[in-house]
């Protein structure tokens, strides 16, 4: 085995393209100075058609979940009534953060691996009128379900004043999303997964329906102030010190973003995920997600005659390949392949590859070849 070959196949941190990675490297550089503003002049312009917006993306140093918290303490107060609706551990994140601020949490959960019903939705605020905030999930990655987030949106701006927040950190930049047009209000993703980045960037986006919302909302803040960093923005700077060599990183990200087209990444990430679900319904292994609810970026699969946690040990101690385990309640149900950002057909072909030998290892019967012959015919169709 290599000692530094190693196969990232988890829902993030995902993989570094070289060229990203040798951008980072460029020496630092002083976060005042005018190269620095122009860096962060020409990067958010850029962002706003990933998100599918006229508004500021604004950009932040720390991993997503500040980006969340970011989303809660800017639109909502203690006090508040807000909807979140749960389809796994991170609209269960958004839940703890809003209690830990003592704001009111309503939950509608779903059963974990399905997709949320838009119209128990329209129901429930329809009889909740108090609502401040309803709070989903894009892509959930501990089920590997894409919410209905557009008709989620439609939803809450037809029969409420909530404004719509959105968790996009493990699909945008993979998925298409049209913040504007559908009626996002706060939309927020992290650096890690489908940018191909790093953990230690957040991007946020907010509606001027959600700016109108933070510029009379009282909750204290800080270093999470949203208001600070367009400020900040307007004279092309960031409120603290950025992590500049992540934003060397997200200038040549966004490079290989147009070099591709952005339409012609959302179909390569829809071609993988197509490819891993037929791979293992070939071997009749069952997935998680029905195909109408299944994520681009994450595939969960699970398995009913061989073990979890036997798989994954073997890929990794025989082909240095991760992929992610079950979380909260389907720990050890579950396993999770992560195929966002820099990851292509080529790579998926690799890991179905690679799992297949890795079954056969741990004693289940198999037709070896079989789930990559169903990923190849579908990528050749
Ligand atoms: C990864 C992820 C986050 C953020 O996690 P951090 O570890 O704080 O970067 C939030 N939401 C979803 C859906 C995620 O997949």
């Not at 992290?190 to 509606?207: I, T």
């Not at 290989?256 to 087209?261: K, Q, S, W």
Request: overall charge neutral; some cysteine; proline content about 6%.
């Amino acid at each position: 085995m290599l000692a530094d070959q190693q196969f990232l196949r988890i829902p993030g941190p995902s993989p570094i393209p070289p060229s990203v990675q040798l951008a980072m490297g460029k020496p630092m550089i002083g976060h005042r100075d005018q190269q620095a503003k122009s860096l962060i002049k020409q990067l958010s312009p850029k962002l706003k058609p990933i998100f599918g917006t006229e508004e500021d993306v604004i950009i932040l140093t720390a991993s997503g979940t500040a980006a969340l918290e970011m989303a809660v303490v800017n639109t909502v107060a203690p006090g508040d009534e807000v909807l979140v609706l749960v389809t796994g551990a991170f609209g269960d994140r958004f839940v703890k953060i809003c209690q830990a601020y003592g704001i009111k949490v309503h939950r509608l959960d779903t059963p974990w691996g399905e997709a949320i019903n838009p119209q128990l939705v329209e129901a429930y605020i329809k009889q909740n009128p108090s609502l401040k905030g309803v709070f989903a999930t894009y892509c959930e990655t501990s089920t590997g379900v894409l919410n209905p987030v557009k008709e989620l949106a439609a939803v809450v701006q037809q029969f409420s004043n909530a404004l719509f927040i959105v968790d996009g950190v493990s699909c945008i930049g993979a998925v298409p999303v049209k913040m504007d047009a559908w009626g996002i209000d706060i939309l927020v993703t992290g650096s890690q997964k489908a940018f191909m980045l790093p953990a230690g960037l957040a991007f946020v986006a907010a509606s001027k329906r959600a700016w109108n919302r933070m510029e009379s909302n009282s909750t204290p803040r800080f270093y999470l102030d949203l208001l600070r960093y367009r400020n900040s923005m307007q004279n092309d700077t960031t409120p603290f010190t950025p992590a500049l060599s992540l934003l060397f990183g997200l200038e040549q990200v966004l490079r290989l973003f147009e070099t591709e087209g952005m339409e012609n990444v959302f179909t390569r990430h829809k071609l993988m995920m197509q490819m891993i679900r037929e791979a293992f319904k070939a071997h009749h292994i069952e997935l998680l997600t029905p195909e109408d609810a299944a994520s681009p970026t994450v595939t969960a699969v699970k398995p009913t005659d061989f073990q979890v946690e036997a798989l994954r040990q073997t890929l990794k101690k025989e082909f240095q390949l991760t992929i992610a385990g079950g979380q909260q309640q389907l720990k050890n149900q579950i396993f999770r392949i992560g195929h966002m950002g820099y990851c292509s057909p080529a790579d998926v072909l690799q890991t179905i590859s690679v799992i297949e030998v890795a079954l056969v290892r741990i004693g289940k019967q198999l037709e070896l070849g079989k789930g990559v012959e169903a990923a190849q015919r579908i990528y050749l169709s």
